[in-house]
């Protein structure tokens, strides 16, 4: 029993000097990129789960009907709350946490320090996960959506201290998915994400 209340508190110091560590990156870094709150799209909080503090980034598309840059981003992403937290799912929120609209504006989902949720088969504990909303197999990004994509990506590894090779796709931590998207994981397959991320992480003084 002491045994493991004493691993329980060693845990707890560790999670909690993440925790600090990673509010401290968020503090001096300065986003580049907005996020719109929870309230914006009219989200509901999120039930009690897991905690955790990312230490990689992955990226997913919602491979839901085709989203144009004229239909209604955040309808879709209440839908996917609703629909997650329903009795499908029984899931804790909309399982990503931040979600990114055909026009470039990126929406604040679950809590970043909770675990994301998945219908595929990998543990997505330290993962930190990004959506964007649509399907890109069918749609493809266009120069504003890389734009985003890649500031927020840097945004994201210098505020929770994460090295640009630790951003990868869904696909490439599950055989059971082809997400996020043709379109989007050949900016991946090519190096070109990874590529342009580590430049901006240089320009920004970021070393890791």
């Known amino acids: 029993m002491f045994k493991s209340r004493l691993t329980l508190f060693l845990i707890a110091i560790v999670f909690s000097a993440n925790l600090a560590s990673a509010q ?21 909080e999120g039930r009690p789960y897991k905690q955790h503090v990312p230490i990689k980034i992955t990226v997913h598309h919602e ?15 209440k839908n996917i709350q609703t629909w997650g937290m329903g009795p499908d799912r029984k899931w804790a929120d909309v399982p990503y946490h931040l979600l990114i609209a055909p026009n470039g504006t990126v929406y604040e989902g679950r809590n970043p320090l909770t675990v994301g949720e998945t219908n595929t088969e990998y543990d997505p504990t330290g993962h930190l996960l990004i959506c964007f909303l649509g399907n890109y197999s069918q749609q493809k990004l266009d120069e504003k959506l890389l734009k985003v994509l890649v500031n927020l990506l840097a945004d ?26 043709e379109d989007i994981y050949s900016y991946f397959k090519s190096g070109y994400i990874v590529k342009e991320v580590r430049k901006m992480l240089k320009r920004r003084n970021f070393n890791n």
């Open 156 to 181: 994201q590894c210098i505020k929770y201290n994460i090295s640009a090779k630790e951003i990868s796709t869904h696909r490439d931590h599950s055989q059971q998915t082809t997400c996020p998207g």
């Open 63 to 77: 491979g839901g009907k085709v989203l144009t840059k004229n239909d209604d981003a955040k309808q879709r992403l």
């Open 24 to 44: 401290s990156k968020k503090s001096a870094s300065g986003d580049t990129v907005k996020i719109m709150p929870k309230s914006e799209w009219k989200g509901v």
